[in-house]
């Protein structure tokens, strides 16, 4: 398991993390009996609660996004 980076207090992907997802992509692709995969978003403890929520259900929405719109 490989994390996936963010700009900080954002939902914007750091280009760091693109090998990882295109790996993740490939592999969907080539294997298409995987049918669910699970996506989660999290964020530091820095900032309220609420915001921190609404922050990892973006990042895991943008890591969907990515994926979904490989070819």
């Known amino acids: 398991i490989q994390p ?11 280009k760091k993390s693109f ?3 295109e790996s ?3 592999t969907l692709k080539a294997v298409p009996d ?3 995969v699970e ?9 309220k609660a609420d915001m921190n ?7 895991a929405k ?3 996004r990515y994926l ?3 070819d």
């Open 4 to 14: 996936v980076f963010f700009a900080t207090g954002k939902d914007v992907i750091l």
């Open 19 to 21: 090998p990882i997802l």
């Open 24 to 26: 993740v992509a490939k």
């Open 34 to 36: 995987i049918k669910k």
């Open 39 to 47: 996506i989660g978003g999290h964020t530091d403890d820095r900032g």
């Open 53 to 59: 929520r609404d922050l990892s259900e973006r990042r």
């Open 62 to 64: 943008s890591v969907m």
């Open 68 to 70: 979904t719109e490989k």
